[in-house]
């Protein structure tokens, strides 16, 4: 159905929803606006799969969107690490989320710290979020959409 990406400025945060079937042309939708806003890129990620998600994509395609994420971060210069968090709340889109956090290095080819957790407050106290913080982040208070790339992998971009 559907990839949102929020940002919080106060934040610094990335919050990326992933709900219902997720197809390759909207993963390539995505990374297309990582490459056009490489700010994006920059700024720690909570990426949070919601319970009726599913990916219409097998692991050999996930692994050469890999390589295309590692060109677009091997342009950046990055003076620490990124956080991303992952909490896959969809037991049909578990597999395809283990693989994606577990299969690569991401620090060495995404200059990214990579996790996966079972629940918001475990996600939120690694990525050194206060308990009032977490509380905005589950409400998506104060994050500003940026785009939506629907089941047709049209892009709605907001900034």
């Known amino acids: 159905m559907s990839i ?3 940002y919080s400025e106060r934040l610094e945060l990335n919050l990326v929803e ?3 079937e997720i197809t390759l042309p909207q993963l390539h939708a995505l990374a297309a606006y990582g490459a056009r806003h490489p700010v994006f890129l ?3 990620a909570l990426n949070v799969v919601r319970p009726d998600a599913n990916f ?10 890999f390589a295309r994420y590692q060109e677009l971060y091997a342009r950046l210069q990055f003076q ?6 992952w909490i896959c709340l969809s ?28 629940s918001f407050a475990e996600a939120a106290d690694w990525l ?7 509380a905005q982040v ?10 939506l790339f629907d089941a047709t992998a049209d892009i709605s971009l907001r900034r």
């Open 4 to 6: 949102v990406v929020r």
């Open 56 to 65: 219409s994509v097998d692991f050999a395609v996930l692994d050469a969107l």
């Open 42 to 44: 920059r700024a720690d």
């Open 138 to 147: 589950e409400r998506g208070e104060g994050f500003s959409e940026l785009a």
């Open 18 to 20: 992933y709900s219902g």
């Open 80 to 85: 620490i690490y990124r956080r991303s968090a």
């Open 128 to 134: 050194m979020l206060s308990p009032a913080e977490l």
């Open 91 to 118: 037991a049909a889109a578990e597999g395809h989320i283990v693989h994606w956090t577990g299969a690569n290095d991401m620090r060495e080819a995404l200059s990214s710290n990579v996790r996966m957790f079972a």
